[in-house]
């Protein structure tokens, strides 16, 4: 489980007159479930890019569990990142070519981690996101189980933290809720820290907390039950 502490991070680009983020003092509990929601253009996937180490800034402190990975090389943030993050893309991102259980083990074989104890972990995972044929070709899913496959492979390393970008807006209503709910109690159940992009409100209700970026900005930040300002 891993604890969020993000300090004065400024994230600009060349030719922008303004900062597209900028954050103060963002603290996210190991274990917490935090949906992040926004209008487009308000810096939703710079900040997973900056949280995950997928970009880095020059400016301000990203700590998870006290490090900062702000201050990683490349190449240490992308081995930081294969061991803590679990990553769920709107799209899957998974290979059309290999089945299922080929696709979760992926990662941990180029991380040269996976071990007969991950291959049982793999097909674990599978049976508790309703798979029943991990041998089954990627190509010939549907939507709904192709993102319980990115759900398992998220959940492989249980990483001390999950983080969603839509998660669920690429299926339809009912395989959208299931997905979202078996998310959140994949996350539970690894006792992941989970960070979800989203604008499902089925699932932003099941999260304990909802930040709203505007314009690069932290507009609101309530917990559930609390009604936005
Ligand atoms: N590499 C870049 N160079 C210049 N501007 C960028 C770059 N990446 C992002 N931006 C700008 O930063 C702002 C925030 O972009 P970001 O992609 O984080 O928004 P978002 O909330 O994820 O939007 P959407 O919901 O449309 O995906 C936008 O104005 C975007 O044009």
Redesign the pocket.
Known sequence: MLSLSVENLS?S????DAP??VIDDLKIAAGEHVAVT????????????MVTGLDRTASGNIFWNGQDIARLSEGARDRWRAEHVGLVMQDFHLFQGLSAVDNVLLPARLSRVADRAMTDRAHELLSSVGLSRPNQKIDTMSRGEMQRVAIARALLRRPGVVVADEPTASLDGASGEAVGKLLLEMAASAGSTLIV?SHDQTLIDRLDRRLT?AA?RIKTDTKAGERAQ
Request: hydrophobic letters at 40%; glycine letters at 28%; charged letters at 5%.
């Open positions: 994230v680009f060349p030719g922008l597209v983020l926004g209008g487009s253009g308000s810096g939703k996937s710079t900040f997973i890019n992009v970026l690069g």
